[in-house]
């Protein structure tokens, strides 16, 4: 039981820590690249109001939102879970996709953009969170 509880723990605080990541990444960018007078970018129905007047430049940040997301909360996830990382890691990543997916189909968004960010944004994040924890633990065991 008490592995379970840490497992779900490790998948919990790398689901908060990414959403972290995700919204920061969301409220930077509005600041850097503005979006059209009057849309709010943390609100969905603002955006799918506003969806044709947002041009390639307003998609920068959500796409390095949701991958670095999904990058941050797989890797927390791992380096919490001693028992089963990688399982931790693509709960997580799971998770997250399907928020892509679910945002997909709620946001208005171009084809080319939506493909990028599902195809790029979500599991190969999660891998390279893997691959990421893999070399962490291999320099540790390596500098002992």
């Avoid at 790398?14 to 600041?31: A, D, H, R, T, Y």
């Avoid at 001693?82 to 990543?93: C, E, I, Q, S, T």
């Amino acid at each position: 039981m008490r592995s379970f509880l840490s497992f779900l723990g490790a998948v919990l605080v790398g689901l908060i820590g990414g959403s972290i990541v995700n919204m920061g990444l969301v409220i930077v960018g509005g600041e850097i690249i503005p979006p059209p007078p009057g849309v709010d970018v943390t609100d969905p129905d603002s955006l799918s109001a506003a969806a044709g007047l947002l041009g390639p430049q307003h998609f920068i940040f959500p796409f390095f939102a949701h991958g670095g997301g999904t990058l941050a909360g797989c890797l927390i996830a791992c380096l919490l879970e001693k028992r089963d990382p990688r399982l931790a890691a693509l709960m997580v990543g799971c998770f997250f996709l399907a928020g892509g997916i679910i945002n997909a189909f709620m946001i208005p968004a171009p084809a080319w953009f939506l493909v990028l960010d599902i195809g790029l944004a979500y599991t190969p994040m999660a891998l390279l969170a893997l691959w990421i924890h893999r070399r962490l633990q291999t320099d540790a065991r390596s500098s002992q």
